[in-house]
Protein backbone atom coordinates (compact mmCIF):
# COMPACT_ATOMS: atom_id res chain seq x y z
CA UNK A 1 0.00 0.00 0.00
CA UNK A 2 0.82 3.60 -0.89
CA UNK A 3 1.89 6.00 1.94
CA UNK A 4 0.21 8.86 -0.16
CA UNK A 5 -2.89 9.14 -1.76
CA UNK A 6 -1.59 10.00 -5.57
CA UNK A 7 -4.31 7.58 -6.56
CA UNK A 8 -7.38 9.69 -8.40
CA UNK A 9 -10.50 8.28 -10.06
CA UNK A 10 -12.48 11.15 -11.46
CA UNK A 11 -16.37 10.13 -12.13
CA UNK A 12 -18.21 13.09 -14.05
CA UNK A 13 -21.27 13.85 -12.76
CA UNK A 14 -24.38 12.64 -14.66
CA UNK A 15 -22.41 12.75 -17.36
CA UNK A 16 -24.93 12.17 -20.32
CA UNK A 17 -27.66 14.49 -18.94
CA UNK A 18 -25.10 17.02 -17.79
CA UNK A 19 -24.19 16.96 -21.30
CA UNK A 20 -27.84 17.40 -22.34
CA UNK A 21 -28.14 20.27 -19.89
CA UNK A 22 -25.28 22.04 -20.79
CA UNK A 23 -25.92 22.54 -24.97
CA UNK A 24 -29.59 22.73 -24.66
CA UNK A 25 -30.16 26.11 -21.97
CA UNK A 26 -34.01 25.02 -21.84
CA UNK A 27 -32.68 22.12 -19.43
CA UNK A 28 -30.77 23.71 -17.51
CA UNK A 29 -32.08 22.87 -13.69
CA UNK A 30 -34.68 20.51 -15.26
CA UNK A 31 -34.85 17.19 -14.71
CA UNK A 32 -33.57 15.23 -17.68
CA UNK A 33 -33.64 11.12 -18.48
CA UNK A 34 -31.24 9.96 -21.14
CA UNK A 35 -31.78 6.43 -22.67
CA UNK A 36 -34.22 4.27 -24.62
CA UNK A 37 -37.45 5.79 -25.15
CA UNK A 38 -39.57 2.54 -26.16
CA UNK A 39 -41.33 0.24 -23.92
CA UNK A 40 -38.71 -1.46 -23.03
CA UNK A 41 -35.95 0.98 -22.72
CA UNK A 42 -33.96 1.61 -19.82
CA UNK A 43 -32.56 4.49 -17.89
CA UNK A 44 -28.77 5.41 -19.05
CA UNK A 45 -28.71 8.56 -16.86
CA UNK A 46 -31.01 10.62 -14.80
CA UNK A 47 -29.84 14.48 -13.97
CA UNK A 48 -29.85 15.19 -10.13
CA UNK A 49 -33.05 16.88 -10.42
CA UNK A 50 -34.76 13.78 -11.75
CA UNK A 51 -33.16 11.84 -8.71
CA UNK A 52 -35.42 13.58 -6.75
CA UNK A 53 -38.27 11.65 -8.13
CA UNK A 54 -36.34 8.45 -7.48
CA UNK A 55 -35.16 8.15 -10.98
CA UNK A 56 -31.61 6.16 -11.44
CA UNK A 57 -29.34 4.56 -13.88
CA UNK A 58 -30.56 1.20 -15.11
CA UNK A 59 -34.70 1.43 -14.26
CA UNK A 60 -36.90 0.78 -16.78
CA UNK A 61 -38.13 4.19 -18.16
CA UNK A 62 -41.70 2.86 -18.21
CA UNK A 63 -41.37 3.43 -13.80
CA UNK A 64 -39.14 6.35 -14.94
CA UNK A 65 -41.85 8.27 -16.88
CA UNK A 66 -44.35 7.17 -13.91
CA UNK A 67 -42.26 8.66 -11.22
CA UNK A 68 -40.83 11.57 -13.23
CA UNK A 69 -43.65 12.65 -16.08
CA UNK A 70 -42.59 16.37 -16.89
CA UNK A 71 -38.87 15.00 -16.96
CA UNK A 72 -37.42 15.68 -20.77
CA UNK A 73 -36.89 12.13 -21.62
CA UNK A 74 -33.88 12.32 -24.63
CA UNK A 75 -31.95 9.40 -26.77
CA UNK A 76 -28.24 9.19 -25.87
CA UNK A 77 -25.98 10.94 -28.35
CA UNK A 78 -23.06 8.53 -28.08
CA UNK A 79 -21.06 10.26 -30.56
CA UNK A 80 -21.00 13.60 -28.80
CA UNK A 81 -20.50 12.17 -25.17
CA UNK A 82 -17.47 10.23 -26.71
CA UNK A 83 -15.96 13.58 -27.79
CA UNK A 84 -16.32 15.42 -24.79
CA UNK A 85 -14.87 12.53 -23.09
CA UNK A 86 -11.57 12.69 -25.26
CA UNK A 87 -11.37 16.17 -24.01
CA UNK A 88 -11.58 14.38 -20.31
CA UNK A 89 -9.12 12.02 -20.99
CA UNK A 90 -6.69 14.37 -22.91
CA UNK A 91 -6.23 16.42 -19.20
CA UNK A 92 -5.90 13.41 -17.52
CA UNK A 93 -3.00 12.25 -19.64
CA UNK A 94 -1.69 15.22 -19.52
CA UNK A 95 -0.93 14.44 -15.50
CA UNK A 96 0.28 11.01 -15.77
CA UNK A 97 1.20 8.23 -18.74
CA UNK A 98 -1.10 5.93 -16.95
CA UNK A 99 -4.47 6.41 -16.98
CA UNK A 100 -7.04 3.62 -16.74
CA UNK A 101 -10.39 4.48 -18.38
CA UNK A 102 -13.15 2.45 -17.00
CA UNK A 103 -15.89 4.17 -19.60
CA UNK A 104 -16.54 7.72 -21.11
CA UNK A 105 -17.16 9.07 -17.62
CA UNK A 106 -14.64 7.46 -15.58
CA UNK A 107 -11.25 6.70 -14.87
CA UNK A 108 -8.41 6.20 -12.37
CA UNK A 109 -4.99 8.14 -12.72
CA UNK A 110 -1.75 7.30 -11.01
CA UNK A 111 -0.59 10.96 -10.30
CA UNK A 112 2.43 9.60 -8.59
CA UNK A 113 3.96 7.93 -11.97
CA UNK A 114 3.40 11.30 -14.11
CA UNK A 115 4.84 13.01 -11.15
CA UNK A 116 2.08 15.30 -10.48
CA UNK A 117 1.96 14.38 -6.78
CA UNK A 118 4.10 12.90 -4.26
CA UNK A 119 2.12 13.77 -0.86
CA UNK A 120 -1.28 14.86 0.38
CA UNK A 121 -0.85 18.21 -0.02
CA UNK A 122 0.41 18.12 -3.85
CA UNK A 123 -2.16 15.45 -4.48
CA UNK A 124 -5.41 17.53 -3.17
CA UNK A 125 -4.02 20.62 -5.53
CA UNK A 126 -3.73 18.55 -8.47
CA UNK A 127 -7.51 17.25 -8.27
CA UNK A 128 -8.12 20.73 -7.47
CA UNK A 129 -6.77 21.95 -10.79
CA UNK A 130 -8.37 19.26 -12.39
CA UNK A 131 -11.86 19.82 -11.78
CA UNK A 132 -11.54 23.51 -12.77
CA UNK A 133 -9.40 22.24 -15.64
CA UNK A 134 -12.49 20.09 -16.58
CA UNK A 135 -15.27 22.70 -16.02
CA UNK A 136 -13.25 25.55 -18.59
CA UNK A 137 -12.61 23.10 -21.03
CA UNK A 138 -15.83 21.14 -20.92
CA UNK A 139 -18.29 23.08 -19.21
CA UNK A 140 -19.04 20.55 -17.48
CA UNK A 141 -18.37 19.04 -13.65
CA UNK A 142 -16.37 16.30 -12.05
CA UNK A 143 -16.26 14.15 -8.48
CA UNK A 144 -12.63 13.42 -7.66
CA UNK A 145 -11.65 11.09 -4.90
CA UNK A 146 -7.97 10.75 -4.20
CA UNK A 147 -6.35 7.43 -1.93
CA UNK A 148 -3.60 5.19 -1.99
CA UNK A 149 -5.71 2.60 -3.33
CA UNK A 150 -8.33 2.22 -6.46
CA UNK A 151 -11.13 0.85 -4.45
CA UNK A 152 -11.34 3.68 -1.60
CA UNK A 153 -10.45 6.36 -4.44
CA UNK A 154 -13.65 5.14 -5.99
CA UNK A 155 -15.67 5.51 -2.85
CA UNK A 156 -13.96 8.49 -1.99
CA UNK A 157 -14.96 10.18 -5.34
CA UNK A 158 -19.00 8.96 -5.14
CA UNK A 159 -18.57 10.43 -1.23
CA UNK A 160 -17.62 13.73 -3.55
CA UNK A 161 -20.61 13.60 -5.55
CA UNK A 162 -22.02 16.21 -7.15
CA UNK A 163 -18.88 18.39 -8.34
CA UNK A 164 -16.74 18.11 -4.79
CA UNK A 165 -13.43 16.20 -3.93
CA UNK A 166 -12.71 14.03 -0.86
CA UNK A 167 -9.56 12.73 0.27
CA UNK A 168 -9.19 9.90 2.45
CA UNK A 169 -5.63 10.00 4.06
CA UNK A 170 -3.82 6.57 4.03
CA UNK A 171 -4.30 5.20 7.64
CA UNK A 172 -8.14 5.92 7.90
CA UNK A 173 -9.97 3.29 5.53
CA UNK A 174 -10.08 0.81 7.76
CA UNK A 175 -12.37 3.23 9.92
CA UNK A 176 -14.09 4.52 6.52
CA UNK A 177 -15.13 1.10 5.42
CA UNK A 178 -16.02 -0.44 8.89
CA UNK A 179 -19.14 1.01 8.95
CA UNK A 180 -20.25 0.90 5.55
CA UNK A 181 -22.72 -1.48 3.45
CA UNK A 182 -21.01 -5.02 2.32
CA UNK A 183 -22.66 -3.70 -1.31
CA UNK A 184 -20.07 -0.77 -0.89
CA UNK A 185 -17.16 -3.72 -1.92
CA UNK A 186 -16.49 -4.27 -5.32
CA UNK A 187 -17.85 -7.56 -6.78
CA UNK A 188 -20.73 -7.79 -4.07
CA UNK A 189 -23.42 -7.45 -5.97
CA UNK A 190 -27.57 -8.38 -5.08
CA UNK A 191 -26.99 -12.10 -5.06
CA UNK A 192 -23.69 -11.52 -2.82
CA UNK A 193 -25.07 -9.24 -1.08
CA UNK A 194 -28.49 -11.09 -0.33
CA UNK A 195 -26.20 -14.13 0.45
CA UNK A 196 -24.39 -12.31 3.36
CA UNK A 197 -27.59 -10.86 4.38
CA UNK A 198 -28.69 -14.15 5.03
CA UNK A 199 -25.87 -15.09 7.31
CA UNK A 200 -26.25 -12.06 9.22
CA UNK A 201 -23.34 -10.02 7.59
CA UNK A 202 -24.55 -6.40 6.37
CA UNK A 203 -21.80 -4.14 7.15
CA UNK A 204 -17.90 -4.04 6.19
CA UNK A 205 -16.81 -4.55 9.49
CA UNK A 206 -18.98 -7.72 9.93
CA UNK A 207 -16.84 -9.10 7.01
CA UNK A 208 -14.08 -8.66 8.54
CA UNK A 209 -15.12 -9.94 12.06
CA UNK A 210 -16.36 -13.26 9.94
CA UNK A 211 -13.25 -14.34 9.18
CA UNK A 212 -11.78 -15.46 6.00
CA UNK A 213 -12.65 -19.04 6.75
CA UNK A 214 -16.09 -18.48 7.26
CA UNK A 215 -16.37 -16.25 3.98
CA UNK A 216 -14.33 -19.06 2.05
CA UNK A 217 -17.39 -21.15 2.92
CA UNK A 218 -20.10 -18.87 2.17
CA UNK A 219 -19.02 -17.58 -1.38
CA UNK A 220 -16.36 -19.51 -2.04
CA UNK A 221 -12.74 -20.19 -2.37
CA UNK A 222 -11.50 -17.42 -4.76
CA UNK A 223 -13.95 -14.80 -3.96
CA UNK A 224 -14.09 -15.06 -0.32
CA UNK A 225 -10.10 -14.51 -0.23
CA UNK A 226 -10.75 -11.49 -2.20
CA UNK A 227 -13.82 -9.91 -0.06
CA UNK A 228 -11.70 -10.27 3.17
CA UNK A 229 -8.80 -8.56 1.69
CA UNK A 230 -10.93 -5.38 0.59
CA UNK A 231 -12.75 -5.82 4.18
CA UNK A 232 -9.64 -4.94 5.37
CA UNK A 233 -8.95 -2.11 2.87
CA UNK A 234 -6.25 -4.13 1.12
CA UNK A 235 -6.29 -3.09 -2.52
CA UNK A 236 -2.76 -3.78 -4.07
CA UNK A 237 -4.21 -3.54 -7.88
CA UNK A 238 -2.33 -0.83 -10.16
CA UNK A 239 -3.64 1.27 -12.42
CA UNK A 240 -3.31 -0.34 -15.42
CA UNK A 241 -2.96 1.84 -18.63
CA UNK A 242 -4.32 -0.52 -21.59
CA UNK A 243 -6.93 -3.04 -21.10
CA UNK A 244 -7.42 -5.81 -23.37
CA UNK A 245 -11.02 -6.30 -25.24
CA UNK A 246 -12.22 -9.44 -24.53
CA UNK A 247 -14.83 -9.33 -26.99
CA UNK A 248 -16.98 -7.06 -29.63
CA UNK A 249 -20.56 -7.33 -29.51
CA UNK A 250 -23.69 -5.43 -29.98
CA UNK A 251 -27.65 -6.55 -29.51
CA UNK A 252 -30.58 -4.73 -29.79
CA UNK A 253 -34.12 -5.00 -27.50
CA UNK A 254 -37.38 -5.07 -29.54
CA UNK A 255 -40.36 -3.29 -28.13
CA UNK A 256 -42.45 -6.17 -29.48
CA UNK A 257 -41.67 -9.48 -29.52
CA UNK A 258 -41.01 -10.71 -32.90
CA UNK A 259 -42.17 -14.06 -34.06
CA UNK A 260 -41.78 -13.99 -37.88
CA UNK A 261 -38.94 -16.37 -38.57
CA UNK A 262 -37.60 -14.32 -41.82
CA UNK A 263 -37.73 -11.04 -39.54
CA UNK A 264 -35.01 -12.35 -36.95
CA UNK A 265 -32.81 -13.99 -39.48
CA UNK A 266 -32.83 -10.46 -41.14
CA UNK A 267 -32.19 -8.93 -37.61
CA UNK A 268 -29.29 -11.14 -37.00
CA UNK A 269 -27.55 -10.47 -40.14
CA UNK A 270 -27.90 -6.46 -39.71
CA UNK A 271 -25.89 -6.95 -36.07
CA UNK A 272 -23.92 -8.90 -37.70
CA UNK A 273 -23.00 -6.09 -40.40
CA UNK A 274 -23.41 -3.90 -36.96
CA UNK A 275 -20.83 -5.67 -35.14
CA UNK A 276 -18.21 -6.15 -37.70
CA UNK A 277 -18.01 -2.57 -38.56
CA UNK A 278 -17.36 -2.36 -34.71
CA UNK A 279 -14.54 -5.03 -35.25
CA UNK A 280 -12.94 -3.32 -38.20
CA UNK A 281 -13.39 0.30 -36.37
CA UNK A 282 -11.12 -1.41 -33.67
CA UNK A 283 -8.26 -2.84 -35.94
CA UNK A 284 -9.21 -6.55 -35.05
CA UNK A 285 -10.44 -9.41 -36.32
CA UNK A 286 -11.90 -12.79 -34.07
CA UNK A 287 -12.28 -16.58 -34.42
CA UNK A 288 -15.58 -17.37 -32.46
CA UNK A 289 -18.69 -15.93 -33.45
CA UNK A 290 -21.34 -15.71 -30.19
CA UNK A 291 -25.17 -15.69 -30.88
CA UNK A 292 -27.46 -14.14 -28.17
CA UNK A 293 -30.89 -14.71 -28.07
CA UNK A 294 -33.65 -14.00 -25.17
CA UNK A 295 -36.86 -15.28 -25.82
CA UNK A 296 -40.71 -14.43 -24.97
CA UNK A 297 -39.73 -15.61 -21.57
CA UNK A 298 -37.06 -14.12 -20.52
CA UNK A 299 -34.49 -17.02 -21.08
CA UNK A 300 -31.33 -16.21 -22.53
CA UNK A 301 -29.57 -19.00 -25.27
CA UNK A 302 -26.29 -18.41 -26.14
CA UNK A 303 -24.61 -20.17 -29.43
CA UNK A 304 -21.13 -20.20 -30.56
CA UNK A 305 -18.91 -21.18 -33.47
CA UNK A 306 -15.52 -21.32 -33.18
CA UNK A 307 -13.43 -20.19 -36.98
CA UNK A 308 -10.10 -21.95 -38.12
CA UNK A 309 -9.05 -18.55 -38.41
CA UNK A 310 -9.52 -14.73 -37.34
CA UNK A 311 -11.85 -13.54 -39.69
CA UNK A 312 -13.47 -9.49 -40.14
CA UNK A 313 -15.30 -10.79 -43.17
CA UNK A 314 -18.86 -9.59 -42.84
CA UNK A 315 -19.82 -12.47 -44.75
CA UNK A 316 -18.43 -15.03 -42.76
CA UNK A 317 -20.24 -13.53 -39.53
CA UNK A 318 -23.51 -13.60 -41.03
CA UNK A 319 -23.21 -17.01 -42.23
CA UNK A 320 -22.21 -17.98 -38.94
CA UNK A 321 -24.80 -16.02 -37.15
CA UNK A 322 -26.98 -17.53 -39.33
CA UNK A 323 -25.87 -21.24 -38.65
CA UNK A 324 -26.51 -20.49 -35.17
CA UNK A 325 -29.74 -18.90 -35.40
CA UNK A 326 -30.94 -22.09 -36.94
CA UNK A 327 -30.15 -24.30 -33.41
CA UNK A 328 -32.56 -22.13 -31.34
CA UNK A 329 -36.11 -22.42 -31.03
CA UNK A 330 -37.70 -18.89 -31.50
CA UNK A 331 -41.52 -20.23 -32.24
CA UNK A 332 -42.87 -17.93 -29.05
CA UNK A 333 -41.43 -14.68 -29.47
CA UNK A 334 -37.98 -12.80 -29.59
CA UNK A 335 -37.25 -9.75 -27.38
CA UNK A 336 -33.35 -9.40 -27.81
CA UNK A 337 -31.00 -10.36 -30.51
CA UNK A 338 -27.26 -10.01 -30.13
CA UNK A 339 -24.01 -11.45 -31.85
CA UNK A 340 -20.95 -11.24 -31.06
CA UNK A 341 -16.89 -11.99 -31.78
CA UNK A 342 -14.29 -13.40 -29.31
CA UNK A 343 -10.89 -15.02 -29.97
CA UNK A 344 -10.17 -11.25 -31.06
CA UNK A 345 -6.27 -10.75 -33.07
CA UNK A 346 -4.88 -8.07 -34.24
CA UNK A 347 -4.56 -9.83 -38.16
CA UNK A 348 -7.02 -11.63 -40.55
CA UNK A 349 -6.59 -14.61 -42.45
CA UNK A 350 -8.44 -13.70 -45.34
CA UNK A 351 -11.42 -16.61 -46.83
CA UNK A 352 -9.83 -15.81 -49.90
CA UNK A 353 -12.47 -17.94 -51.78
CA UNK A 354 -14.95 -16.33 -50.55
CA UNK A 355 -13.33 -13.05 -52.37
CA UNK A 356 -12.64 -14.52 -55.58
CA UNK A 357 -16.54 -15.47 -55.90
CA UNK A 358 -17.01 -11.64 -54.99
CA UNK A 359 -18.96 -12.62 -51.67
CA UNK A 360 -16.97 -10.06 -49.49
CA UNK A 361 -18.98 -7.35 -48.45
CA UNK A 362 -17.87 -3.76 -47.55
CA UNK A 363 -20.05 -2.79 -44.30
CA UNK A 364 -17.98 0.28 -43.07
CA UNK A 365 -19.38 2.94 -45.53
CA UNK A 366 -23.20 1.62 -45.18
CA UNK A 367 -25.14 -0.48 -42.61
CA UNK A 368 -27.51 -1.68 -45.26
CA UNK A 369 -26.49 -2.48 -48.63
CA UNK A 370 -29.40 -2.97 -51.44
CA UNK A 371 -29.37 -6.00 -53.47
CA UNK A 372 -27.32 -5.70 -56.94
CA UNK A 373 -29.72 -4.31 -59.95
CA UNK A 374 -33.15 -3.68 -57.67
CA UNK A 375 -34.98 -1.14 -57.55
CA UNK A 376 -34.56 1.79 -54.59
CA UNK A 377 -36.70 1.02 -52.10
CA UNK A 378 -39.78 3.99 -51.54
CA UNK A 379 -38.59 6.23 -49.37
CA UNK A 380 -39.69 6.01 -45.54
CA UNK A 381 -40.54 8.78 -43.10
CA UNK A 382 -37.89 10.08 -41.77
CA UNK A 383 -37.08 9.49 -38.46
CA UNK A 384 -35.95 12.57 -35.52
CA UNK A 385 -35.43 10.91 -32.33
CA UNK A 386 -35.77 13.41 -29.41
CA UNK A 387 -32.90 15.50 -28.39
CA UNK A 388 -30.59 15.06 -31.11
CA UNK A 389 -29.41 18.07 -33.28
CA UNK A 390 -31.03 19.53 -36.51
CA UNK A 391 -30.81 22.39 -38.50
CA UNK A 392 -33.41 24.42 -40.68
CA UNK A 393 -32.68 26.90 -43.53
CA UNK A 394 -34.40 29.43 -42.03
CA UNK A 395 -34.03 29.58 -38.00
CA UNK A 396 -30.69 28.23 -37.76
CA UNK A 397 -29.40 25.20 -35.32
CA UNK A 398 -31.70 23.75 -32.87
CA UNK A 399 -32.45 19.87 -31.42
CA UNK A 400 -35.80 17.72 -31.86
CA UNK A 401 -38.26 17.93 -28.62
CA UNK A 402 -40.26 15.61 -29.97
CA UNK A 403 -42.14 13.77 -33.16
CA UNK A 404 -45.26 12.31 -34.17
CA UNK A 405 -48.23 11.90 -36.20
CA UNK A 406 -46.21 13.44 -39.71
CA UNK A 407 -44.78 16.31 -37.26
CA UNK A 408 -41.69 17.39 -35.41
CA UNK A 409 -41.35 20.03 -33.00
CA UNK A 410 -37.96 21.56 -32.81
CA UNK A 411 -36.12 24.11 -30.21
CA UNK A 412 -33.80 26.35 -31.66
CA UNK A 413 -31.11 27.27 -29.24
CA UNK A 414 -27.19 27.06 -28.76
CA UNK A 415 -25.08 25.83 -25.88
CA UNK A 416 -23.91 29.78 -25.88
CA UNK A 417 -27.59 31.01 -25.82
CA UNK A 418 -28.61 32.98 -22.73
CA UNK A 419 -31.58 31.19 -21.99
CA UNK A 420 -34.54 29.37 -23.71
CA UNK A 421 -34.90 29.13 -27.26
CA UNK A 422 -37.97 29.41 -29.34
CA UNK A 423 -39.85 26.77 -30.05
CA UNK A 424 -41.35 25.42 -33.96
CA UNK A 425 -43.30 22.63 -35.82
CA UNK A 426 -42.65 21.43 -39.40
CA UNK A 427 -44.01 18.42 -41.22
CA UNK A 428 -41.02 15.71 -40.46
CA UNK A 429 -40.91 15.49 -44.47
CA UNK A 430 -39.40 19.60 -44.70
CA UNK A 431 -36.78 20.09 -46.92
CA UNK A 432 -35.80 22.74 -45.47
CA UNK A 433 -34.83 20.44 -42.47
CA UNK A 434 -31.76 18.62 -42.04
CA UNK A 435 -30.06 16.37 -38.99
CA UNK A 436 -26.87 18.30 -37.72
CA UNK A 437 -23.69 17.56 -35.65
CA UNK A 438 -23.87 18.62 -31.87
CA UNK A 439 -21.99 22.15 -31.29
CA UNK A 440 -19.18 22.61 -28.68
CA UNK A 441 -20.39 23.43 -25.64
CA UNK A 442 -17.56 25.31 -24.74
CA UNK A 443 -16.11 27.79 -28.76
CA UNK A 444 -14.34 30.64 -26.34
CA UNK A 445 -11.13 30.37 -25.67
CA UNK A 446 -10.16 29.99 -21.47
CA UNK A 447 -7.96 32.39 -20.09
CA UNK A 448 -4.98 29.86 -17.99
CA UNK A 449 -6.32 26.57 -19.12
CA UNK A 450 -3.82 23.92 -19.73
CA UNK A 451 -3.91 22.91 -22.88
CA UNK A 452 -0.59 20.69 -23.00
CA UNK A 453 0.94 18.82 -20.36
CA UNK A 454 0.13 20.15 -17.03
CA UNK A 455 2.95 21.66 -15.50
CA UNK A 456 3.89 20.39 -11.70
CA UNK A 457 1.50 21.43 -8.87
CA UNK A 458 4.75 22.75 -7.02
CA UNK A 459 8.01 23.14 -8.12
CA UNK A 460 10.68 20.71 -6.86
CA UNK A 461 13.00 21.52 -4.17
CA UNK A 462 16.61 22.05 -5.51
CA UNK A 463 17.12 18.59 -3.40
CA UNK A 464 14.68 16.15 -5.20
CA UNK A 465 13.40 15.23 -2.29
CA UNK A 466 10.18 16.02 -4.11
CA UNK A 467 9.65 18.64 -0.79
CA UNK A 468 6.93 21.38 -1.86
CA UNK A 469 8.60 25.33 -2.01
CA UNK A 470 5.27 26.73 -2.35
CA UNK A 471 1.71 26.66 0.07
CA UNK A 472 -1.47 25.10 -0.63
CA UNK A 473 -3.49 28.60 -1.81
CA UNK A 474 -5.48 29.96 1.05
CA UNK A 475 -9.10 29.25 1.90
CA UNK A 476 -11.83 32.33 0.99
CA UNK A 477 -15.25 32.43 1.63
CA UNK A 478 -17.39 30.79 -0.47
CA UNK A 479 -19.74 32.78 -3.12
CA UNK A 480 -22.44 32.30 -5.57
CA UNK A 481 -21.24 29.35 -7.47
CA UNK A 482 -18.11 28.76 -6.10
CA UNK A 483 -17.88 24.62 -5.08
CA UNK A 484 -16.99 23.76 -1.42
CA UNK A 485 -14.46 21.12 -1.04
CA UNK A 486 -14.95 18.34 1.09
CA UNK A 487 -11.99 16.85 3.02
CA UNK A 488 -11.15 14.60 6.13
CA UNK A 489 -9.75 16.72 8.89
CA UNK A 490 -9.88 13.51 11.67
CA UNK A 491 -11.29 10.12 12.52
CA UNK A 492 -12.93 8.21 14.94
CA UNK A 493 -14.01 4.74 15.61
CA UNK A 494 -17.07 5.72 14.22
CA UNK A 495 -15.27 6.72 10.91
CA UNK A 496 -14.09 9.95 9.53
CA UNK A 497 -15.31 13.28 10.19
CA UNK A 498 -15.14 15.79 7.06
CA UNK A 499 -14.89 19.79 7.23
CA UNK A 500 -15.82 22.00 4.44
CA UNK A 501 -13.48 24.59 2.88
CA UNK A 502 -14.26 26.76 -0.66
CA UNK A 503 -13.02 25.59 -4.19
CA UNK A 504 -11.29 29.20 -4.67
CA UNK A 505 -10.42 27.51 -8.22
CA UNK A 506 -14.06 27.13 -9.13
CA UNK A 507 -15.98 29.80 -10.61
CA UNK A 508 -20.21 30.90 -11.15
CA UNK A 509 -21.55 28.78 -14.25
CA UNK A 510 -22.51 30.29 -17.15
CA UNK A 511 -26.74 28.90 -16.24
CA UNK A 512 -28.81 31.12 -13.36
CA UNK A 513 -29.93 27.74 -12.58
CA UNK A 514 -30.08 27.13 -9.27
CA UNK A 515 -27.65 24.14 -7.80
CA UNK A 516 -29.83 20.59 -7.23
CA UNK A 517 -28.35 18.24 -4.92
CA UNK A 518 -29.56 14.66 -4.41
CA UNK A 519 -30.81 14.00 -1.16
CA UNK A 520 -27.83 12.40 0.71
CA UNK A 521 -25.46 14.57 -0.67
CA UNK A 522 -24.62 16.31 2.93
CA UNK A 523 -21.28 16.25 3.65
CA UNK A 524 -21.67 14.69 6.88
CA UNK A 525 -24.13 12.00 6.16
CA UNK A 526 -22.61 8.66 6.06
CA UNK A 527 -21.21 6.89 2.84
CA UNK A 528 -24.03 4.36 3.56
CA UNK A 529 -26.42 6.80 2.56
CA UNK A 530 -25.29 7.70 -1.04
CA UNK A 531 -26.13 5.64 -4.20
CA UNK A 532 -23.48 5.39 -6.30
CA UNK A 533 -23.56 6.97 -10.31
CA UNK A 534 -23.17 3.40 -12.14
CA UNK A 535 -20.78 4.11 -14.80
CA UNK A 536 -22.67 5.45 -18.07
CA UNK A 537 -23.05 3.43 -21.44
CA UNK A 538 -21.29 2.30 -22.97
CA UNK A 539 -18.91 0.66 -20.41
CA UNK A 540 -16.87 -0.96 -22.81
CA UNK A 541 -13.35 0.52 -23.51
CA UNK A 542 -11.20 -0.82 -25.75
CA UNK A 543 -7.66 1.23 -25.11
CA UNK A 544 -4.63 -0.03 -27.42
CA UNK A 545 -2.29 2.91 -27.04
CA UNK A 546 -1.36 2.66 -23.12
CA UNK A 547 1.75 0.38 -23.91
CA UNK A 548 0.64 -1.88 -21.73
CA UNK A 549 1.83 -0.13 -18.13
CA UNK A 550 1.16 -0.60 -14.50
CA UNK A 551 1.62 1.37 -11.12
CA UNK A 552 3.12 -0.12 -8.61
CA UNK A 553 1.21 -0.84 -6.04
Given at each position: MRTAPTILHLDMDAFFASAEQASKPSLRGKAVVVGGLGPRGVVATASYEARVFGVNSAMPMAQARRLAPNAAYLVPRFGFYRSISEQVMGLLRALSPLVEPLSLDEAFVDLEAGGAAWDAESAQLTGERLRADIRAVTGLTGSVGLAASKMIAKIASERAKPDGLVMIEPGTE????????????????????????????????????????????????????????????HDERPVVAERETKSVSVEDTYDVDIHDRTRVGLEVQRLADRCVRRLRAAGLSGRTIVLKVRRYDFSTLTRSETLRGPTDDPGVVREAAARLLDSVDTTGGVRLLGVGVSGLADYTQEDLFAQAAGKQVDLLEEEHTEASGEEPAAPVERRWPAGHDVRHAGFGHGWVQGSGLGRVTVRFETPEDP????????????????????????????????????????????????????????SVEPGPGVTADVRPVDVTPSGPTYSTAPDPRATPAASTAPETRRPGDDPSAGLSQLSSEPASLPKSWSGRDGGGATSRP
Amino acid sequence: MRTAPTILHLDMDAFFASAEQASKPSLRGKAVVVGGLGPRGVVATASYEARVFGVNSAMPMAQARRLAPNAAYLVPRFGFYRSISEQVMGLLRALSPLVEPLSLDEAFVDLEAGGAAWDAESAQLTGERLRADIRAVTGLTGSVGLAASKMIAKIASERAKPDGLVMIEPGTERALLGPLSVRTLPGVGPATGDHLRRAGITTVDEIAEAGEDELVRLVGKAHGHGLYAMALAHDERPVVAERETKSVSVEDTYDVDIHDRTRVGLEVQRLADRCVRRLRAAGLSGRTIVLKVRRYDFSTLTRSETLRGPTDDPGVVREAAARLLDSVDTTGGVRLLGVGVSGLADYTQEDLFAQAAGKQVDLLEEEHTEASGEEPAAPVERRWPAGHDVRHAGFGHGWVQGSGLGRVTVRFETPEDPGPGRVRTFRTDDPELEPAEPLPLVTREVEGVTTGPMPMPYPLAASGTGEPSAELPPSVEPGPGVTADVRPVDVTPSGPTYSTAPDPRATPAASTAPETRRPGDDPSAGLSQLSSEPASLPKSWSGRDGGGATSRP
